[in-house]
């Protein structure tokens, strides 16, 4: 039985370190998709990130080369249409044997429904940011992102049998990490759980479910907005009322207007960001981006 044992032992160490079948062309919607499905197919091969960091899920222009990638794909894995909107079209001119892994239908993955009306504003100059009838930023839960790991690892299994120890290898050792930082982040942020704060855009609700945090609206204006004087004293009102400890802009929000928006309230200013714009590829960066918010976070709610 041990001999048996260790001849199995062996011959998954002799699979996982064999020369590797070419890996499928594999394409990516967004760059927290990309990191979790990267990590999976570390040491196979890299997908193709479709959309820069930075760029609008809604209304990002896909280059040719882009586009290119997509038709060629034999894996797209992405969130779904109601999210990543700029793709959908992309999708319908795939190849008839491409394989579209839809996250938000994944199993295991818990979907949020979109907060509409009373304090959470979704209106950011003339773009409206509709997820459909959920919220599509649900790459910010740990749990998600587990999910997430195990659909990309069933998926490429699947696609590539002759790699499917390798996936499995990784998705595990991928699932590993994502617990302990779960449980890094659980214990930065026990001490703000009960501290209101406020969001430039409604992305961050999955991150707040699953640390118990107290975001209490959103505050979307868009920087023409900030020339009408009214405009500018409701959100000052707002934010007084909702008694934020926080105002957290995203990076491509000019400081001067978060300052203008807090001039005369009490709350703090911080930033978030839900992409990890300029962040490093694969594990690391999902890991950072989560991170960053839970440091942030903390830092501006504890000051």
Known sequence: MRLLRQLVTMSFIVTLNAPLFAAPQVATSIKPVDDLVRAVMDGVGQPVLLMPPGSSPHTYALKPSERLAAEKAELLFWIAPQVETALAKVTRAMRPGTRIITLSQAPGIELLPARVGGNWDHQHGTEKHDHGNFDGHLWLS??????????????????????????????????RRLKVLDAEIGRKLASVQS????????????????????????????????????????????????????????????????????????????????????????LPGYEQLLRNLAENAAGCLNR
């Open 142 to 175: 740990p749990n998600n992102a587990a999910a997430i790991i195990r659909a990309a690892a069933v998926a490429l299994s699947t696609a590539d049998k002759a790699n499917a120890a390798r996936y499995a290898a990784n998705a595990e050792a991928a699932l």
């Open 195 to 282: 501290k209101p704060f406020i969001v430039f855009h409604d992305a961050y609700q999955y991150f707040e479910r699953s640390y118990q945090l107290n975001a209490v609206g959103s505050v979307l204006i868009s920087p023409e907005a900030m020339s009408s004087a009214g405009r500018v004293r409701d959100m000052r009102g707002k934010i007084a009322k909702l008694g934020a400890v926080c105002v957290f802009a995203e990076p491509q929000f000019e400081p001067r207007l978060i300052q203008t928006l807090i001039e005369g309230t009490t709350a703090r200013t911080g930033t978030l960001d839900p992409m990890g714009v300029g962040l490093p590829s694969g």
